[in-house]
């Protein structure tokens, strides 16, 4: 069976433009589009977005408790972390996704 991370890269490849592709910053890997990177994962179900501070405020969207990774990130950021812990969690990350991707 397919990792969560699998399943949700199998449904972002479909979106033209973005690529699965080694991180230049965080190891691991990250989503370009383009040249331009935009986001990467923490781990199998974690994705770190960004997404803007004016879509994070018009969403309503609270940065997760616990951060691992970005304890100390203000509510100010332009990026956020998005976990994703069941198969129904991908395609809400798919629409965030692309979200992002019309920021660009």
């Given at each position: ?49 960004r997404?803007t ?52």
């Amino acid at each position: 069976m397919d990792t969560l991370k699998a399943q949700l890269l199998h449904e972002l490849r479909k979106i033209e433009g973005v690529e699965d592709r080694p991180s230049p910053v965080s190891g691991g890997s990250a989503l370009f589009y383009g040249d331009r990177p935009f986001a990467h994962f923490h781990d199998d179900h974690e994705l770190d977005l960004r997404l803007t501070k004016k879509v994070i405020k018009a969403l309503g969207m609270p940065h997760p408790p616990g951060s691992r990774r970005h304890p100390g990130r203000t509510a100010n950021s332009a990026w956020m972390e998005v976990r994703f812990d069941t198969p129904g969690d991908i395609e809400p990350v798919v629409k965030l996704v692309r979200l992002a991707v019309a920021q660009l």
